[in-house]
């Protein structure tokens, strides 16, 4: 069965970065997208960034820009996001998710995470 | 970019009612890129419908979606223990994504 499976929790100090990885199983790693979002606790869900580990291509939440990184390792089928210059409110649980795009048979275009990884949680504490 | 707001934040309600659910868009959102998901407390979220309306692989018929434009509502018919969680709506346009608040299902 398709699979996400996220690297442990990570405590980080100010200024620090943190890289999360997303091993990927059950399923042809290079036929879907992987998109990062994060949860602070008690808050809301947020989208950070997407990759394309079929070529690398990239597209990250303006929020990000500049301080997140997105790759993919097509020979371990592992997704990987480095987050920089870490804040205090950077603390959250991060998520990956498979992100499905298809056309149905009338030309109808579909996006949706249908698979997610179960979270990695950093913090940011000095 | 597209904002989403969700009400009520919080729907107190008893096993066997039903919930309704809302999710309105500060604009225009097509139909095939609104999306529904669950997340039980402690838990990664869980889709149960994209496309509006289309109910996702396992997700029991109790569940429906429906909605265009700025309004969509996710409808649970009659409310089993284990659907009392919070809910998420979620478009995806202009190559972004974005979700709304969160309402949460609890027991009254």
């Known amino acids: 069965q398709v699979q996400l499976v996220q690297s442990g929790a990570e405590v980080k100090k100010p200024g620090a970065s943190v890289k999360v990885s997303c091993k990927t199983s059950g399923y042809t790693f290079t036929s879907f997208g992987i998109s990062w979002v994060r949860q602070a606790p008690g808050q809301g869900l947020e989208w950070m960034g997407w990759?394309?580990?079929?070529?690398?291509?990239?597209n990250y939440a303006q929020t990000y820009q500049g301080r997140v990184t997105m790759t993919a390792d097509t020979s371990t089928n592992t997704a990987y996001m480095e987050l920089r210059s870490l804040r205090s409110d950077d603390t959250a649980v991060y998520y990956c998710a498979r992100e499905e795009d298809y056309y149905d048979s009338g030309g109808l275009n579909y996006y949706y995470m249908d698979v997610w990884g179960k979270g990695t949680t950093v913090t940011v504490s000095s | 970019e597209i904002v989403l707001t969700q009400s009520p934040g919080t729907l107190s309600l008893s096993p066997g009612e039903r919930a309704t659910l809302s999710c309105r868009a500060s604009q225009s959102v097509s139909s095939s890129y609104l999306v529904w998901y669950q997340q039980r407390p402690g838990q990664a979220p869980r889709l149960l419908i994209y496309g509006a309306s289309t109910r996702a692989t396992g997700i029991p018929d109790r569940f429906s979606g429906s909605g265009s434009g700025t309004d969509f509502t996710l409808t649970i018919s009659r409310l089993e223990p284990e659907d009392f969680a919070v809910y998420f709506c979620?478009?995806?346009?202009?190559?972004?994504?974005?979700f709304g608040q969160g309402t949460k299902l609890e027991f009254k």
């Open positions: 979620q478009q995806y346009g202009r190559s972004s994504y974005s």
């Open positions: 990759i394309s580990p079929y070529n690398g291509n990239t």
